[in-house]
């Protein structure tokens, strides 16, 4: 069955620091992954996704079909990356399987 | 446009009532589907249509849920009886042509408490 793993329900960062947000998959098929991120009284709305290989706002994320992983990245967080940030899976190409949230707050 | 639009906001019931959650989708948008969140689960897919027919329901929890999609514009979830644990945060989201591409609009959520 198809899972998402997001290890993480709070993560706690400086500015300038570097942020990880984790995620996991199981999935017997070709993984499509996602990442989606709510700000604060905004809309859940896509980050990025694993197929464009593109960086938002800074941050990236690599698949890694050898670890099941599909980490989020960014090299120096900044306050306004302070949101709820969920990573999916498509799953048979016409269902999105969701994590349960990693909170990311970044302190000045 | 003002994207999907969800009513009401929010809604405070007591167990045993009927609640009906309401959802706008993007015009031309193809496929809706209903999400609900809770500390506990995160997100779950409730069901989703494609051009107003129910593709997939098996993430509704039990028959007291129900949804319906009478026309591309308009789409109900109802919660009859309701009980306390399903007080959650319930989204809908649409999708131009979302197979393949993974992107979902979403919209600003019903709050449900039920007491």
Not at chain 1, 4 to 26: D, I
Not at chain 1, 84 to 102: D, R
């Amino acid at each position: 069955a198809q899972r998402v793993t997001q290890p993480e329900k709070l993560l706690s960062v400086f500015k300038g620091a570097p942020v990880e947000l984790k995620c996991n998959y199981s999935y017997s098929g070709s993984p499509e992954l996602f990442w989606y991120v709510q700000y604060s009284r905004q809309r859940l709305q896509l980050l990025l996704r694993h197929i464009s290989r593109e960086s938002i706002k800074g941050f990236t994320a690599d698949l890694n079909k050898g670890e099941t992983s599909f980490h989020l990245k960014k090299p120096f967080a900044q306050e306004e990356d302070s949101a709820m940030y969920y990573c999916a899976l498509l799953s048979g190409s016409e269902k999105l399987v969701f994590g349960k949230g990693t909170k990311l707050t970044v302190n000045p | 446009d003002a994207g999907v639009i969800q009513s009401p906001r929010h809604e405070v019931t007591e167990m045993g009532q009927e609640v009906t959650l309401r959802c706008k989708p993007i015009s031309g948008h193809d496929y809706l589907f209903w999400y609900r969140q809770t500390m506990m689960r995160g997100l779950e897919l409730l069901i989703y249509f494609n051009n107003n027919v129910p593709i997939d329901d098996s993430g509704m929890p039990e028959d007291r849920f129900s949804a319906k999609m009478p026309n591309a514009s308009f789409s109900t979830l109802k919660i009859q009886p309701s009980e306390p644990r399903d007080s959650a945060v319930y989204f809908c989201a649409s999708s131009p042509f979302f197979a393949g591409t993974g992107e979902l609009f979403f919209g600003e959520g019903s709050r449900l408490t039920v007491l």
